[in-house]
């Protein structure tokens, strides 16, 4: 793995609180009718197999555009499930899939409109869109990075450019993409903003987790001796402000969407 991917195992320090937004989201699917179906960002494939088989699926393609994602996800591949690299902003089909999955992968992507849009014209009649992003780019975790990496010398070594935070940049309100579903065609759909109560060990446990996503756009750009500097002088930014406790508790806002076609 390069400095520049993602990395499967500090994305899956915090497996069991990221996990409970995929099961929200996926009991919002209607499992009656879904033969074929793809995971968009599936990431290291756990939870992409998981799907597969309590939806009883005949087909079940990840796709994702991290080379070491791709390379966790393939101790899962087999029987009816599949991994491909594609990049989910730009994927579509015939309109012949029956489920478009992305858990924690859309807000990656600028224009969710056109991205949207594409992915319900891969849609056969009746097909079902089950998406989650966070929602979170108001709070410390988001706004303290922004601000670190607009110190010295971290930007000079960015190039002058701080990379916009994807959540801030991409991620819409519930009822833009409540409208969205209605103007593509939905006939049903399900839209919610959910406030996750995560209860960490300790506020710095918070570093740990945005290090494995929120972070990684700094770590793409910077050495990765200047990564650790940056990610201490980060940790000790944030403790300030929300302090050294313990335990810690993390609200975690996320909307989850869902809509159905007619058939
Ligand atoms: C936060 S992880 C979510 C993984 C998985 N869906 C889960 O629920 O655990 C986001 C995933 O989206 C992938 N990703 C980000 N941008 C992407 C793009 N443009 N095309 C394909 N995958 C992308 C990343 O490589 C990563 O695996």
């Not at 309590?54 to 009816?80: E, F, T």
């Not at 924690?104 to 079902?128: F, I, K, N």
């Not at 209605?182 to 406030?195: A, I, N, P, S, T």
Request: charged content about 15%.
């Amino acid at each position: 793995m390069t400095n520049a991917d993602w990395n499967p195992e500090q994305y899956g320090r915090f497996a069991a609180e990221r996990a409970q937004p995929f099961h929200d989201l996926l009991a919002l699917v209607q499992p009656e009718g879904v033969q074929r179906a793809v995971d968009l960002g599936c990431g290291p494939g756990g939870l992409t197999e998981f799907a597969a088989a309590r939806l009883g699926l005949a087909q079940m393609v990840g796709i994702d555009n991290s080379p070491a994602m791709l390379k966790a996800a393939a101790a899962h591949a087999g029987g009816v499930v599949s991994f491909q690299h594609g990049d989910l902003a730009e994927w579509t089909s015939a309109g012949d899939v029956d489920l478009v999955f992305a858990n924690a992968s859309l807000q990656w992507v600028a224009d969710h409109a056109t991205v949207l849009s594409r992915w319900r014209a891969a849609l056969a009649p009746g097909g079902q869109m089950a998406v989650q992003v966070p929602a979170n780019a108001y709070m410390p975790s988001h706004t303290v990075a922004d601000e670190v990496a607009h110190r010295q010398p971290y930007l000079a070594a960015m190039g002058g450019t701080v990379p916009p935070d994807p959540v801030a940049a991409n991620v819409l309100e519930p009822e833009a993409y409540a409208q969205m579903l209605f103007d593509l065609g939905f006939e049903q759909q399900h839209v919610r903003l959910q406030v996750y109560p995560h209860v960490l060990g300790h506020s710095r446990d918070v570093v740990q987790w945005v290090r494995g996503t929120a972070l990684t756009r700094f770590q793409k750009l910077l050495s990765p001796d200047l990564f650790e500097q940056f990610v201490a002088e980060y940790e000790a930014t944030l403790l300030q402000r929300i302090g050294d406790r313990s335990p810690y508790f993390f609200p975690f806002r996320r909307v989850l969407l869902w809509g159905r076609l007619p058939r």
